[in-house]
């Protein structure tokens, strides 16, 4: 069940050079006035919809039921790729199926996902045609005010699937004694955020996170080893990261998004 709040959240990988940002949200509250707009990211590095997947299926639930969440990493726009609405946990989400919306889908299991009859949709809507490079002005903005104001209704959007591009990134594995996964962004702080969820730690008495020839123990918070020092730990959004007190990890350990991460007993 999903009942619209009037909350459009944004989430990109344009950054802010330029008024791409500006004009999907000018596009939206020309459709709808009235809407409330929060940008989520918009530094998603470039072409990649796997840390807008991340990011964005860990943040939604700190968002008011009923808020429609656009994400647009689009490298395929303009091109045969479909575009997927997905209902969970009450909230709305529109992107490309291109692996953007598969962690929402995967971690909330009743998860319903309908694929776009573009076509219909810009008749009924009376859309221009829209540019064969910018989607999330011209089709992802004004569909999304649409179902935000209440006028457009999910099951409009076009038919049911089970269907979904999955991940450009695989889920973490564990096997034996072992949890595996991948870095999969680097923050502000320099900070190595992994795709490995706190609780599948909760299997070691004694946890070690290794990766790239490293060892580290994990702490509970940054402030309980010296600046300069190394340490894993759960951060906010209850996934393991590593990080280097005061310092960036990211720049002296010279890894990034990618990397292979390993967990097991110390």
């Known amino acids: 069940m999903f009942e619209p709040c009037g909350v459009v ?9 330029g008024p791409f940002v500006a004009t999907m949200k000018g596009r939206i509250l020309a459709h709808f006035p009235d809407a409330r707009i929060i940008d989520v990211t918009h530094e998603v590095p470039v072409y990649w919809p796997a840390e807008a997947g991340f990011w964005l299926s860990r943040a939604y639930a700190y968002f008011p039921k009923g808020c429609m969440h656009v994400a647009v990493v689009d490298p395929g726009v303009g091109t045969k790729r479909d575009i997927i609405a997905v209902v969970a946990d009450q909230h709305a989400f529109l992107a490309p199926d291109n692996g953007l919306l598969a962690p929402i889908v995967n971690r909330v299991k009743q998860s319903v996902v309908h694929r776009l009859d573009l076509a219909a949709l810009t008749k009924k ?3 221009p045609t829209p540019s064969a490079t910018f989607h999330g ?3 992802f903005a004004p569909i999304a005010a649409e179902i935000a104001a209440g006028r457009l209704a999910i099951g409009e959007l076009g038919p049911k699937t089970t269907e979904n591009v999955p991940s450009w990134v695989e889920e973490p594995s564990v096997t034996g004694e072992q949890v595996s996964g991948v870095i999969i962004t680097v923050d502000h702080f320099g900070n190595l955020i992994t795709n490995i969820e706190g609780t599948l730690l909760q299997r070691f008495a004694r946890p070690i996170v290794r990766t790239g020839g490293h060892a580290f123990p994990v702490r509970r918070t940054y402030g309980d080893v010296r600046p300069g020092e190394y340490l894993a730990l759960i951060n906010s959004f209850g996934v393991l990261e590593i990080a280097r007190a005061e310092q960036s990890a990211a720049d002296a350990l010279g890894l990034g998004r990618g990397t292979p991460i390993t967990v097991s007993e110390t």
């Open 9 to 17: 959240t944004i989430t990109t990988d344009f950054g802010h050079q």
């Open 125 to 127: 809507l009376q859309l």
């Open 137 to 139: 002005r011209d089709l």
